[in-house]
C-alpha cells in the first residue's frame, strides 16, 4: 500500500482547518477504514479520476461524531457512530427499527464494530470492473463503461446510464425511507441537505456518488420522527447467505388510515446507481387498501426499469420483494 499521512482530528473544526490546509492535496476523511484502507487503497484501484489519498483525516477520534442525540421524537447519529453502536442503541431500536434491520444486514459483526455509519453512506460503489485495478472505467476517470458489454448481473436496472453501479450502502436505503437529512460541513460552511437530494447518479456528476464537495464531509445524520403507527419493513436478498451486498432491498415506512395507504415512502438498494424511491409504487397505492392493491402497484417498477444484457432477472425480484416487504410491514 502506497505511503500516506493520517491526522486524528479531534473537532470538527480541526477536521475542517485540515480540509483547508490539504487543500492542494488529495485529502479524503475516513471513518474505520473498511473501504477506503482496507480495500480501495490495498486493492491498487485508482484512475484519473480516482487518485489515491496523500492524506487521510480520521473522523473516529472526533468524540462530537461518535454520539447519539434525541430530540423530543427525532435523533440525530454522529457519522463516526459504529453500525454496532447504531444497531445497540435503544431509541433508535425503539424509534426506527428499520434502520437497525438494516445496520444489521450489513457485512459481517466485526466490519460492523468498526464500520461508521457515515462509511456506511459515503462508501465507493462495489462494481467489479470500478474495484479492478485493470479497468479504468468512466467512474475512474476513463472513457468506458466495461459493465454495458460484459458481466452485469449485479448493475443497475433502474437510472443507469454512462456508469450502471448500484448504490453499495443498506443504511443509505432505510435512511431514504425515514426521510433522514445529512449534516454537512467544509471549508465553505455548513449545510443540511435531505436525502432525497444527497445522492447524485451520474448523469450529474459520474465521478462522485452524493453531492459532497472535496472539501466537505458529513457530519451526522438527523432521523426525524416518525408519525405515531408508522409500519416499517425491511427485506434484503443476497446472492449468498453469509455477508454480502444487497442484489436487491427494499425498505418501507408508511402510515395507514384503516385499511388503506395513507402516506409513506418504499425505498429500493441493489438496483440504481442511488438509493432509489419508488415513487410509482407509493403513488400506485395512495389511497388504496393496501392488501388488494399491493400486487398490481408492485408491478409498477416494471414502467422504469430498464434492465441490461445479464439482469432482466432483478425486476422479477424486486417486484416480488416489494409486494413481501410491504405485506410482512402490515403483519401479514
Ligand atoms: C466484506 C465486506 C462486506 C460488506 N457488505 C456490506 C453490506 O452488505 N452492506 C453494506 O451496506 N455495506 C457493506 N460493506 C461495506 C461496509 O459496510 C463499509 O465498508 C463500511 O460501512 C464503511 O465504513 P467505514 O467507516 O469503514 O468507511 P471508510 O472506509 O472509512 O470510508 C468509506 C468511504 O466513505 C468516506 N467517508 C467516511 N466517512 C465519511 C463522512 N463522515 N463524510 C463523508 N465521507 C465519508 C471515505 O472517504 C471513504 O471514501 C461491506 C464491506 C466489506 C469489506
Ligand atoms: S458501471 Fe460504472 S463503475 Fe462499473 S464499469 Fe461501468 S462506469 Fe465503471
Not at 473544526?13 to 480540509?19: R, T
Not at 465521478?207 to 425491511?234: A, C, D, I, Q, Y
Request: net charge neutral; proline share 4%; aromatic share 8%.
Amino acid at each position: 500500500m502506497r505511503a500516506f499521512e493520517l491526522y486524528d482530528a479531534t473537532t470538527v473544526s480541526q477536521a475542517v482547518d485540515l480540509l483547508r490546509q490539504n487543500s492542494n492535496r488529495a485529502v479524503k476523511v475516513v471513518g474505520g477504514g473498511s473501504d477506503l484502507v482496507g480495500g480501495i487503497m490495498k486493492d491498487w484501484v485508482h484512475g484519473n479520476g480516482l487518485p489515491f489519498p496523500d492524506v487521510l483525516i480520521d473522523l473516529t477520534t472526533i468524540k462530537e461524531l461518535t454520539a447519539i442525540k434525541v430530540d423530543g421524537g427525532s435523533i440525530t447519529i454522529g457519522a463516526a457512530v459504529t453500525l454496532s453502536d447504531v444497531i445497540n442503541n435503544k431509541d433508535i431500536a425503539d424509534r426506527f427499527p428499520l434502520l437497525v434491520s438494516a445496520a444489521s444486514s450489513v457485512a459481517s459483526p466485526l466490519i460492523r464494530n468498526f464500520g461508521t455509519l457515515g462509511g456506511n453512506i459515503n462508501q465507493r460503489p462495489r462494481c467489479w470492473f470500478f474495484r479492478g485495478e485493470d479497468f479504468n472505467c468512466y467512474k475512474k476517470g476513463g472513457d468506458f463503461c466495461y459493465a454495458v458489454t460484459s458481466d452485469n448481473r449485479y448493475h443497475a436496472i433502474i437510472g443507469g446510464e454512462l456508469c450502471y453501479i448500484v448504490h453499495p450502502s443498506d443504511t443509505a436505503t432505510a435512511l431514504l425511507a425515514l426521510n433522514a437529512k445529512a449534516k454537512i460541513t467544509g471549508v465553505d460552511g455548513s449545510r443540511d441537505v435531505q436525502f432525497d437530494n444527497y445522492f447524485i447518479g451520474p448523469r450529474e456528476d459520474v465521478l462522485r456518488e452524493n453531492v459532497l464537495k472535496k472539501n466537505e464531509f458529513m457530519t451526522h445524520v438527523e432521523v426525524p420522527s416518525p408519525s405515531s403507527g408508522t409500519k416499517f419493513g425491511w427485506t434484503k436478498l443476497k446472492d449468498r447467505q453469509v455477508y454480502d451486498f444487497a442484489l436487491t432491498s427494499v425498505a418501507a415506512a408508511f402510515t395507514l388510515d384503516g385499511n388503506n395507504w395513507k402516506d409513506g415512502r418504499i425505498t429500493l438498494g441493489g438496483v440504481s446507481p442511488v438509493p432509489y424511491r419508488a415513487k410509482v409504487v407509493e403513488d400506485a397505492l395512495k389511497g388504496k387498501d393496501i392488501k388488494a392493491t399491493i400486487k398490481q402497484a408492485a408491478a409498477q417498477i416494471r414502467t422504469v426499469a430498464r434492465p441490461m444484457s445479464l439482469n432482466a432477472y432483478k425486476v422479477e425480484v424486486v417486484q416480488g420483494l416489494i409486494e413481501r416487504t410491504v405485506l410482512e410491514a402490515l403483519g401479514n
